[in-house]
């Protein structure tokens, strides 16, 4: 498979805040996805490790359901 297939780019909301000697900041478009950081740019890193993480779950489906995709 060509390389250029293999990368996607998706792109997030965060609503981020300097709180004292922190920032602080979370994912509106994922939650659970949070972190606190001394500067501002180990904050989005944390952030963008946070996301790759939820999105590399498997989703956990009983025996008797099914998974599908809604348009909204």
Known sequence: MP???LSLTVKF??????EGDWW?????DL???NAQE???????ES???GAEDILAL?????EDARLETIEV
Not at 24 to 28: A, N, Q, S
Not at 58 to 62: A, F, L, Q
């Open 31 to 33: 939650p659970g996805v």
């Open 3 to 5: 390389q250029h297939l």
């Open 58 to 62: 498997e989703p956990e489906i009983p």
């Open 38 to 44: 001394r500067t501002y740019e180990e904050l989005i």
């Open 24 to 28: 602080i900041g979370w994912l509106v």
């Open 47 to 49: 952030l963008k490790i």
């Open 13 to 18: 909301k965060a609503v981020i805040k300097n």
